[in-house]
């Protein structure tokens, strides 16, 4: 230190010969300040901290105080005094019979325990030397009343307790239990005997006997030889629905030695306890309600199962008889119809149960966009008309709202619509009736728009013991076979999760057999400018057409293609595809091969490749990450579209860090490739 910062030192421990900084943590100390004419004492200016404290104990304490001084220097009683007490002191004499004072200040704390302190020595004259000496003469051993005044600040009583002869001190005592003068009328009674008076007095009746087992002297010495400390919990009163928890600590003085002498404290847990036992009863309720969810998951699956054969199943056989009826080309083309049907079906399976997964996890957003309501109340008509009509079904549209433009994710609002409309016609009886009401309300905050939707039927209405489960994951009344519905029971509970991110309300009213009417309350921003966009009614034959016009047209001719896969079929399948847009397609088989095909050809032989993702050797992104990094940038910069069964937003994100420059999902919608292919090539 220097100048000004040595002026400050010698300011604040003017009054000490010697200042040392210890830390607790790393057993280390370090000279602050020192006088010019003690210096060190002779001792090391910095070093480790544990040997210092013998080393100076040996070396500088008078003997009489050797062994009380080491004690009261160790780092485990600093940390424990010091967390309740800013500073800590002892006098003592050296060996040149002078008096000291040490004193070890808290300098700083780490999670609320002491990390560093400072120690500081103090030359006593001899008046205060002789008074507190006499002073600290009355209390035996007085390392430790540090440590005993810490264990009074948590504990309502602390008494001193020596074994070999049975007699006790007491250190505090407040009211918590009435009196500890049981027995005192008797001569001779120790306090062992007294603490069973008190435990039979005071102790609840069930607990009682355990306790005076549990403080047998005996006992508690055989204990004390495998642990520093012993510890009983209890409850005190005399009728249960009174009582209080508390519990009762045993520590050893020493730790080598007979064992003799006992600080014991007693404290009221009531508090902690009762937390503790609501904490596990909450646990247990937890437990419940896992193990209920574990049952419906078992449901769950059973019916996926099913739900998923039942697709699967047609596939196969659809499959089996167009290779039958090969030559006849209008049968295999409806085959080709069915097949594409319980595709479809089986699709929209999987997308329920991930579509449950993303929202639960948050990793869906609204996507705001100017629309135009009465638009989509139209396209939701449009797609639920085609199913109402193929049963007969009575489907009423009344649209009554005035405005229509306002800020909302369009296709969330068709799927709410479009979920709970195709609850209704699948519940409903050939023949009945399916309504769509849809209203402004009269009020709604500045700036918004407050729309009521209704949507009732006819149908076969739910089980007033099964609507408390409607919105619950996996629920389902009855199984797809008991009801003819296929389903898993997941597309309410998605309904209800997008009602709530909208900050909207869905309410329900059901009679078993009479049907069933939910109630829909959303609000949206006022748009600044409609949304005009043409209903385009779209059906399986439309999309098969589509798909069919996008093979025969020859838009890659002339283009090389690198398709990435180690599934031989879908290898197959997306080469054929490709094929049929005039590409010529090479192929590689993992993630490995697609780096050592593309860094063994030129610049531009490629002009695309297609990367699986999960594959054997090398996955996709490792596999576009060694591309990306090759030293040729030409071949370095190849586009590289990601294909994966991943759907989740993250699995893009990852492949967008990867170098993927686009991103396209299994099973691979024909059109879409076509687009995601044209525009990437093409820099787009």
Sequence with gaps: MKGNDTTLLQALFS?????????????????????????????????????????????????????????????????????????????????????RKCVFIR??????????????????????EQAYWSANTAVENSNYLQLMEALCSNYAMVFCWNLADDSYEVVRKTKMISDMTYGRDKENLGFSDILIEMIKHEVYEEDRAALINNVDVEKIRERLRLDRSVVEDFRIGHDLATTRYCKIKL???????????????????????????????????????????????????????????????????????????????????????????????????????????????????????????????????????????KKNQVFVVKNEIQEDAVLCDRLRVLQILQNLLTNASDYSPTGGTVTLEVSQRSYAPNGYIGYKFLVSDNGIGMEEAFQAHLFEPFERENTTTESGVAGIGLGLAIVKQLVEMMGGTISFKSIKGQGTTFIVFLEFKVASQKHEEKVEQTDLEEDVKKSITHLQTPIFEGRRFLAVEDNLINLEIISKILNHMGAEVESAIDGKQAVDKVSATKPGYYDCVLMDVQMPVMDGYESTRQIRALENQDLANVPIIGVSANVFKEDRIKGREAGMNAYIAKPIDISELKEIIKNTIEGN
């Design 15 to 99: 009054k000490y010969l010697l200042v040392y900084e210890v830390n607790l943590n790393k057993d280390t100390i370090e000279v602050i300040y020192e006088t010019k004419e003690y210096g060190t004492f002779g001792m090391d200016r910095e070093g480790i901290y544990s040997e210092f404290n013998e080393k100076y104990t040996k070396e500088r304490v008078n003997e009489q105080f050797v062994k009380e001084r080491e004690a009261f220097g160790t780092i485990e009683y600093l940390k424990t005094a010091l967390s309740v007490k800013e500073s800590i002191e002892m006098s003592y004499t050296v060996n040149y019979g002078k008096w």
């Design 107 to 128: 300098e700083e704390l780490e999670e609320g325990v002491p990390a560093k302190a400072l120690m500081c020595f103090e030359k006593l004259k001899d008046d205060s």
């Design 251 to 389: 520590v050893r003085i020493g730790s080598e030695g007979p064992i003799e002498r006992l600080v014991v404290g007693i404290t009221d847990m009531d508090d902690s306890i009762r937390q503790g036992i609501k904490r596990r009863s909450i646990l247990e309720n937890a437990l419940k309600e896992a193990n209920q969810v574990n049952e419906a998951k078992t449901i769950f699956l059973s019916n996926m199962s099913h739900d998923i054969r039942t697709p699967m199943n047609a596939i196969v056989g659809y499959v089996a008889l167009a290779m039958a009826d090969f030559d006849d080309r209008d049968a295999v083309r409806e085959y080709l119809d069915r097949i594409m049907l319980s595709s479809r079906h089986m699709l929209d399976l999987i997308n329920e149960v991930l579509d449950l997964v993303r929202i639960e996890s948050g990793w869906t957003a609204m996507d705001d966009t100017a629309e135009n309501m009465s638009q989509i109340i139209s396209e939701v008509e449009a797609m639920i008309r085609t199913k109402t009509d």
